[in-house]
């Protein structure tokens, strides 16, 4: 479990929980009801049978943390240091992530501890079909669990899966997994693209707000050149305007003032494996804590979680911070951060752009029935921009130098599922 500054990525979502039913004015039993543990955890034992022709078992999970509102909903996770406790985190912040957004669903989220880069195709093939999928068949499908792809894993393993499903199930079920690839159905050419560019959407959005004259030449930093880092940090940051000027990936990365050309960027990465490579006049490395703290308007942590931690939120001098990772600020820092007056856009609502394209894919998967790119991306940004207002609108309410963005934004989840669970009754 990544420790720093003090606190885990677990104990900073729901001390923000227990705050936001504070400042809600919900009844204590909500915080029982929503935080830890989650409604069913399921863990599961996956041998595969690796090219050297021995057995590796490996262990997933599948957290379903909460479903007043619909079906679990949250992506897969490989990664070499997963744990339970942070798999719980992230499903617990896909419940608020949901809710907030407005989605008809609740949270979830899963996980195998493997370095998924070490793996041969066969072997990824065999953990994400016969061992995932086969193994979690009985507990998801498209009323009741649907995940989707996380770190570690991308559209060809939630083929892969929606193919297992659907022999188990007979037939083809292509909504149980979202983020399918392009040629499967519902595979949206907007998925690709569709977190960064709600990273991109919440950050045009607050710039407005922050500056007034908006996003226009605002110098970027961004932590991560995956999925969401190159889309959102980087592609669709520098087409509204803003000047990306620093990149890194987990290698480390590269910075320039003035400015950097991101198709060569990409060109060197996709080539050599790293934005290290990139060489250009006025261009210098830099490592990924470094990154953190470069004079810049906007910074984009978008790869793991706590890499802003009380050790160095001091340092930081961007004044909007744009969560494209899940959990990247701690608790401590974001008191830190909101005293001088930084604005921190976070994850459940910067990064929603990944499932609110899930829901829009699944709602295509339900009819059989598929929206075109423009169409899908329209319907996207409209969701984003409802959820940035009525954000704003609770934040103003409940006054922006007492509350962080954060606590405003799970003040209105929460305020979602406890009216949900209200109405349903039974437990309040
Ligand atoms: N993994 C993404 C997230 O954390 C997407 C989840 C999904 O589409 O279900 O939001």
């Not at 595969?48 to 021995?54: I, L, T, Y």
């Amino acid at each position: 479990m990544s420790l720093r500054g003090g606190t885990t990525f677990l104990e900073s979502v729901l001390q923000t929980l227990k705050r936001a039913i504070e400042l809600g004015g919900y009844p204590q039993e909500v915080y029982e009801i929503l935080s830890r543990p989650p409604q069913r955890i399921i863990t599961v034992n996956i041998p595969v049978r690796m090219d050297n022709g021995k057995i590796q078992v490996f262990t997933g999970y599948r957290v379903q943390h909460n479903n007043a509102l619909g079906p679990y909903k949250g992506g897969i996770r490989f990664h070499p240091e997963v744990t339970l406790e942070e798999d719980i985190a992230l499903a617990t912040v896909m419940t608020f992530k949901n809710a907030l957004n407005g989605l008809p669903y609740g949270g979830g989220k899963g996980a195998v501890a493997v370095d998924y880069k070490k793996l041969s195709k066969r072997e990824l093939e065999e953990l994400s079909r016969g061992g995932y999928a086969r193994a979690l068949a009985p507990f998801i499908g498209p009323e009741v669990d649907i995940p989707a792809p996380d770190v570690g894993t991308d559209p060809q393993i939630m083929a892969w899966m929606v193919d297992e499903y659907s022999k188990i199930a007979g037939h083809n079920v292509p909504g149980v997994f979202t983020a399918k690839p392009v040629v499967l159905w519902g595979g949206n050419p907007v998925r690709e693209y569709s977190t960064g560019f709600g990273v991109a959407v919440w950050a045009r959005e607050a710039a407005k707000k922050l500056w007034g004259g908006g996003i226009e030449g605002k110098t970027v930093a961004v932590q991560g050149f995956g999925n969401v880092g190159y889309w959102g940090g980087a592609y669709w940051l520098e087409k509204m305007g803003a000047k990306v000027v620093a990149v890194t990936d987990s290698k480390g990365g590269v910075y320039n003032p003035n400015g950097l050309n991101l198709a060569e960027v990409k060109a060197v990465k996709d080539k050599t494996g790293t934005v290290m490579n990139y060489d250009a006049p006025g261009t210098r490395k830099i490592t990924n804590d470094e990154v953190l703290e470069l004079p810049v308007d906007i910074l984009v942590p978008a790869a793991l979680e706590n890499v802003i931690h009380k050790g160095n939120a001091n340092n930081i001098k961007a004044k909007l911070i744009v969560e494209g990772a899940n959990g990247p600020t701690t608790a401590d820092a974001e008191k830190i951060l909101h005293s001088k007056g930084v604005w921190i856009l976070p994850d459940l609502a910067a990064n929603a752009g990944g499932v609110v394209m899930s829901y829009l894919e699944w709602v295509e998967d339900l009819q059989w029935y598929f929206w075109d790119e423009e169409e899908t991306r329209n319907r996207l940004e409209r969701i984003l921009l409802d959820t940035f207002n009525r954000v704003m609108n609770r934040w103003s309410k409940l006054g922006t130098s007492q509350v962080t963005i954060r606590e405003a934004a799970y003040v209105e989840a929460v305020d979602r599922i406890y009216n949900a669970m209200k109405v349903r009754g039974g437990w309040i």
